[in-house]
């Protein structure tokens, strides 16, 4: 692969989230594991497990001519990242499985879904490469109040 190419593509390979559960209360950990498949020799700097919850706002905004138009504003409410494995060199055919718990806070936004508000949750898995793009994949799980 030419150089270029490696600069501006993420290394090959599969990355996929398994969780325990598909919601989870709040106070408790989300559980699952990452796989990953590598397909091509690479040095990761990091292995990681990030779950965020980022609420929608969609409102009424005037706009030019005085019209009205729906907007929807964004903002993350939580977020917090783990680190699941530390420099690691792969090699093609390589599989690694990562098991991961992280918290949900007690004080945390349930899963919500109405006209004035969405809370949407995920789970992303990264695996990081430097001077690369990294390899991720996400998920949307549930929290419940």
């Not at 501006?8 to 594991?33: M, Q, S, Y």
């Not at 907007?71 to 409410?77: E, F, I, K, L, P």
């Not at 792969?90 to 969405?118: C, M, W």
Request: with cysteine; glycine share 4%; net charge neutral.
């Amino acid at each position: 692969m030419s150089f270029l190419k490696k600069m501006i593509t993420a290394p090959h390979g599969v990355l996929e989230i398994k969780l325990e559960k598909n919601d989870v209360n709040r106070g408790e950990n989300l559980k699952g594991v990452l796989l990953f498949s590598a397909m091509e020799n690479f040095i990761s700097n990091m292995v990681r497990c990030e779950i965020e919850c980022i609420e929608l706002f969609p409102h009424m905004q005037t706009v030019e001519n005085m019209q009205q138009q729906m907007v929807t504003d964004t903002r993350v409410v939580y977020s917090v990242r783990q680190q699941l494995q530390g420099q690691t060199r792969y090699k093609k055919g390589q599989k690694t499985s990562l098991p991961f718990a992280i918290l949900v806070p007690e004080n945390s936004f349930p899963s919500l879904s109405s006209d004035v508000v969405n809370d949407i949750w995920t789970v992303k898995g990264v695996v990081a490469v430097n001077g690369r793009p990294d390899i991720t994949t996400q998920i949307h799980f549930q929290v419940l109040s």
